[in-house]
Antibody, heavy 118, light 110 residues
Framework: EVQLVESGGGSVQPGGSLRLSCAAS????????MSWVRQAPGKGLEWVAN????????YYVDSVKGRFTISRDNAEKSVSLQMNSLRAEDTAVYFC???????????WGQGTLVTVSS | QSALTQPRSVSGSPGQSVTLSCTGT?????????VSWFQQHPGKAPKLIIY???KRPSGVPDRFSGSKSGNTASLTISGLQAEDEAAYYC??????????FGGGTKVTVL
């Protein structure tokens, strides 16, 4: 059974940092792109970042470039999102998702809430 | 990177058909056959129901169908059922391994 389990969410002050992790199981992790997608409270979905199967290429939405870093460990079957210089507008539930292509995300985690507030 | 445009809400009676639109530009929907649709019930993770414009993942009822014309993609739900009441999001490849979502359409079953 394919499973994606996010962790690391919480409350942080503006300008602070958080590291989200997503543990994968039930599939050949290295065969899939991995992505982070977020959803602000009561709002729609927003794609945040992608990482290629072997981790050699990463891509970000403009609003997080220079602040967020996506990485993966294929041996550990995990993908992470390091979030620095957090802003109030980064407050959202963050989902990790797998995809054979973009945007064919066929499995999603349950999400982890990040709250940025003073 | 502007979001794709979706109507905020659509409603229909059980058994009816509803069609949801998703309008982009030549830079995204108009140039690629990588359009997906996701269904999201409150408090739940999104679920992929259409990918590659028209394809359905295993287990998704054939009541759900997708299409595209020019810069606009569409999702049709035929034979609307109570459990179809949810938010629906379109997403398109936007080049350079990036993606865009629409703002979402809330489907209400009357």
């Amino acid at each position: 059974e394919v499973q994606l389990v996010e962790s690391g969410g919480g409350s942080v002050q503006p300008g602070g940092s958080l590291r989200l992790s997503c543990a994968a199981s039930g599939f050949t992790f290295s065969s899939y792109w991995m992505s982070w997608v977020r959803q602000a409270p009561g709002k729609g979905l927003e794609w945040v970042a992608n990482i290629k199967r072997d981790g050699s290429e990463v891509y970000y939405v403009d609003s997080v470039k220079g602040r967020f870093t996506i990485s993966r460990d294929n041996a550990e079957k995990s993908v992470s999102l390091q979030m620095n210089s957090l802003r109030a507008e980064d407050t959202a539930v963050y989902f990790c998702a797998r995809g054979e292509t973009i945007p064919t995300w066929d499995y999603w985690g349950q999400g982890t809430l990040v709250t940025v507030s003073s | 990177q502007s979001a794709l445009t979706q109507p905020r809400s659509v409603s229909g009676s059980p058994g009816q058909s509803v069609t949801l639109s998703c309008t982009g530009t030549i830079s995204n929907i108009g140039s690629y056959s990588y359009v997906s649709w996701f269904q999201q019930h409150p408090g739940k993770a999104p679920k992929l129901i259409i990918y590659g414009v028209t394809k359905r993942p295993s287990g998704v009822p054939d009541r759900f169908s997708g299409s595209k014309s020019g810069n606009t993609a569409s999702l049709t739900i035929s034979g609307l059922q109570a459990e179809d009441e949810a938010a629906y999001y379109c997403s398109s490849y936007a080049g350079y391994y990036t993606a865009l979502f629409g703002g979402g359409t809330k489907v209400t079953v009357l």
